[in-house]
């Protein structure tokens, strides 16, 4: 495995990546929750827009690292284009398709940012992209579970994206810090 003083240009793209992804997930969250209480334009719209996002986001990571983690961010994009195609049509159908089909992109999204987590632990600020990882797959399962619940709601889905947004935001910050030590 490479360090950050064998990659010097890792860190740094990481960590503007990072701050990206966290400044749109809190936009796209804030956005849900304000228009999905149903589907709607906007809300289907966005639906569709976050694992599209998560792709254009996958893209430049992979064209940055050129590593070991490859594989597993190839899995994401192919995961996350599969999501963006099945939401197009889960949104014309309700609630509870929506959430089964962000769950099962959810847990296996999850799994692939732990394995590239776990591959680029010793770059330093991936301890919250290993734990994001893992609570992606659990929450991926619950809203698979939701969707078979008498009332389901895509407010979750903005409390998991708030939260996906935030662990970026402190990977970038160990990231820093990592630099700078």
């Not at 740094?12 to 809190?26: E, H, M, Q």
Request: proline share 3%.
């Amino acid at each position: 495995m490479s360090t950050l003083t064998e990659s010097p240009g890792l860190a740094p793209a990481l960590r503007t990546l990072y701050l990206v992804r966290f400044g749109f997930a809190v936009v796209w969250a804030t956005l849900l929750f304000v228009t999905g209480s149903e589907i709607g334009l906007v809300s289907g719209t966005l639906l569709v827009l976050y694992p599209l996002f998560d792709v254009a986001a996958v893209v430049v990571d992979s064209r940055t690292s050129r590593g070991g983690a490859s594989l597993a961010l190839y899995a994401n994009i192919a995961v996350s284009l599969a999501a963006t195609a099945g939401l197009a049509f889960a949104v014309t159908s309700g609630i509870p398709a929506v959430l089964r089909v962000w769950g099962a992109w959810a847990v296996v999204s999850g799994v692939a940012q732990l394995v590239v987590g776990l591959v680029r632990r010793s770059h330093g600020g991936q301890w919250p992209m290993i734990l994001s990882g893992g609570i992606s797959t659990l929450a991926g399962t619950s809203f698979v579970l939701q969707a078979g619940a008498e009332g389901a709601t895509l407010s979750n889905l903005a409390g998991y994206a708030a939260i996906g947004g935030v662990f970026f935001l402190v990977s970038a910050l160990r990231l820093r810090r990592a630099e700078l030590a």
